[in-house]
């Protein structure tokens, strides 16, 4: 079975500093891919970054970065400089990439980030 | 370049009464497609998702029924509403099971 953990509910950080939004999974398959999607208040879910179980390279995209430690089996979302507007829930998710539920997305239960001026 | 419309965007509905959201993907053929919902405060639960015309699977059971007449289109259904089934739905689409990008979603009110 396939499971994501995202263990901090709510986080807060100063604008301009970094953050680190913690997420790790659990999976028996060799082949995989970890997601991370903001949600604001309007309710949208943004996709952010993606991360294929065997890329050696942690992801980025702009501000948006993927410390991927398969070892450990966890996939950090560290968000640089952060602006106001970051202020969302962050849902981590990760495909099952074998079966019937082939591209089917598992997502964990979200840390609602809160960036103060 | 791809777009995906859901609409309405709100909808308050009577127990019993029926309902049809509908999700349409512009920009791309053959996508999949997925129905989820997330109750507030919560992750997303998958509902049902679609590879192709007429065929769809469903992840739990449930009120709701799915349809997809048309490549492009997504329908989520029920013939009577129950109080259990308000909640934020929302639609996305990926190629070959790849990233999923979601639409605005809908909040459903059941009261």
């Known amino acids: 079975a396939q499971k994501i953990t995202q263990t901090q509910p709510g986080m807060f950080v100063q604008e301009k500093e970094a953050v680190t939004l913690d997420c790790t999974y659990d999976?028996?398959?060799?082949?995989?891919?970890l997601f991370w999607y903001k949600q604001p208040s309007s309710g949208e879910m943004i996709f952010l970054i993606y991360?294929?179980?065997?890329?050696?390279q942690n992801a980025t995209e702009g501000r948006y970065s993927l410390n991927f430690q398969k070892a450990r089996k966890s996939a950090n979302l560290v968000i640089s400089a952060s602006q106001l507007g970051d202020s969302a829930m962050y849902f981590c998710?990760?495909?099952?990439?074998?079966?019937?539920?082939?591209?089917?997305?598992?997502f964990g239960r979200g840390t609602q980030l809160t960036v103060w001026p | 370049s791809q777009t995906i419309h859901q609409w309405p965007a709100t909808l308050v509905q009577p127990v019993g009464s029926p309902l049809s959201l509908e999700c349409t993907v512009e920009?791309?053929?053959?996508?999949?497609l997925y129905w989820y919902r997330q109750a507030a405060g919560r992750g997303l639960q998958l509902l049902f998702y679609?590879?192709?015309?007429?065929?769809i699977s469903s992840e739990v059971p449930q009120n709701l029924s799915a349809s997809r007449p048309q490549d492009r289109q997504f329908i989520l259904s029920s013939k009577k509403l129950l109080l259990s089934d308000s909640g934020f739905y929302l639609c996305?689409?990926?190629?070959?099971?790849?990233?999923?990008?979601f639409g605005a979603g809908t909040r459903l009110s059941v009261l």
């Open positions: 996305a689409w990926s190629v070959l099971g790849n990233i999923q990008y």
């Open positions: 999976t028996s398959d060799q082949s995989y891919g």
């Open positions: 991360q294929g179980s065997y890329d050696e």
């Open positions: 998710a990760m495909r099952a990439d074998r079966g019937s539920t082939l591209g089917r997305l598992y």
């Open positions: 920009g791309t053929s053959n996508p999949n």
């Open positions: 679609s590879v192709g015309i007429g065929q």
